[in-house]
């Protein structure tokens, strides 16, 4: 069964889950302690029969480099 988490500051918010819940049918249970999962934990595998040697068509020839990309691409907008 999917299970979701969800935070909420306000205790009346916990009440209208509640009601949710006898419609749609779903389990509210209580929180338990356990750790959540971070991000960098998450491993998706890969699939070994993906074919990129139609990247290379793409990629070659552009003198692309990592750090420029970087610099030029990835700016945080502040």
């Known amino acids: 069964m999917p299970e979701v ?3 909420y500051k306000k205790p009346e918010t ?3 889950l ?3 819940a006898k419609y749609f049918d779903f389990k509210i249970s209580p929180s ?3 750790k959540e999962t971070p991000l960098n934990d998450i491993l998706i ?3 070994k029969k993906l074919d990129v040697s ?3 068509k793409v990629f070659t020839g552009k003198d692309l480099d990592a750090k420029k990309l970087r ?3 990835w700016q945080r907008n502040k």
């Open 54 to 56: 139609e990247l290379k």
């Open 71 to 73: 610099n030029d691409l």
């Open 32 to 34: 338990s302690a356990k």
């Open 18 to 20: 509640k009601g949710l």
């Open 45 to 47: 595998p890969g699939n």
């Open 5 to 7: 988490t969800i935070k």
């Open 14 to 16: 916990l009440k209208i």
